[in-house]
């Protein structure tokens, strides 16, 4: 997984003893280092580093405002609209370029989504490996409940479509007494179907033994609740973070 350390792209470094913000009568404030203005090919060459942490949403330093000036690749995200943002970190100046949908929640919601399906897959393994271990109850008007004989954990599915309809149909077929030949031809199928793709997503073959493929199931809807919840708190720091940033003053720079 990506850390949060800064890159240092390139671009010059500017120490805050240099720079000054000059606030004229009509209350314009000017950017200067050593009393002279900062062009814009000068903020052109500013590092760009994070103001903002993509992995936390929390601040890395101290923001000095917003400055009105945008090239084709100053944010490295083509057409995005975002704010041009100059900062402080210790005693250095860099600028940023925030994004309102900056922030890595949406590859925490991929991840999620990744380790709740290989669940899924491993779960669904041991329905069509196991069955006679199973046992499979009503949960609500839309859901039924999987679980051990052993044990009370459970897994939902749904009563009328998708795979948990698949799931349910082995039971309703032990019930309806379809030939067995038939039944077992089709739970060979589809578990070789959901271990080879388990396989295929993971990079490695999953246990032999259901009881274990059982317990990582859970093991892995764990973590995807984990990384579910890391992007909620993540998404709400950055969006609070950018609308203060976005009330920020504007800092002129000459032309």
């Not at 052109?44 to 929390?58: A, C, H, L, N």
């Not at 069955?131 to 954990?153: C, G, I, N």
């Not at 990582?216 to 919840?229: D, H, I, K, L, V």
Request: net charge neutral; proline share 3%; aromatic share 12%.
């Amino acid at each position: 997984m990506a850390d949060d350390k800064q890159r240092d792209l390139p671009g010059v470094v500017i120490n805050v003893e240099e720079a000054v913000i000059q606030t004229a009568s009509i209350q314009i404030q000017m950017l200067t280092i050593d009393r002279r203005k900062v062009t814009l090919s000068l903020f052109r060459q500013f590092q760009k580093r994070d103001v903002v942490s993509r992995e936390t949403g929390e601040l890395l330093g101290m923001p000095w405002g917003l400055v009105n000036y945008f090239w084709p690749d100053c944010g490295n995200e083509s057409g995005a609209k975002h704010l041009h943002v100059l900062w402080q970190d210790a005693d250095k100046l860099y600028r940023d370029c925030v994004y309102s949908d900056g922030s890595r929640a949406g590859v925490f919601r991929t991840r999620s989504r990744w380790y709740r399906e290989l669940a899924r897959e491993l779960a669904w393994s041991v329905v069509y490996a196991v069955p006679e271990l199973l046992v499979m109850q009503p949960h609500d008007e839309h859901r039924y409940a999987v679980r051990f004989k052993t044990e009370s954990r459970c897994w939902y599915m749904s009563d009328h479509s998708g795979e948990g309809a698949l799931e349910r149909r082995l039971f309703d077929w032990a019930r309806w007494g379809y030939p067995r030949s038939y039944v077992n031809e089709h739970r060979a199928r589809t578990l070789k179907d959901l271990l080879d793709r388990y396989s295929r997503m993971f990079d490695h073959k999953p246990s032999e033994d259901p009881t274990e493929r059982w317990a990582q199931s859970f093991e892995y809807e764990g973590q995807a609740q984990e990384y579910a919840n890391r992007a909620d708190v993540l998404e709400k720091r950055w969006q609070a973070e950018f609308r203060k940033l976005k009330g920020l003053n504007q800092l002129f720079i000459a032309g």
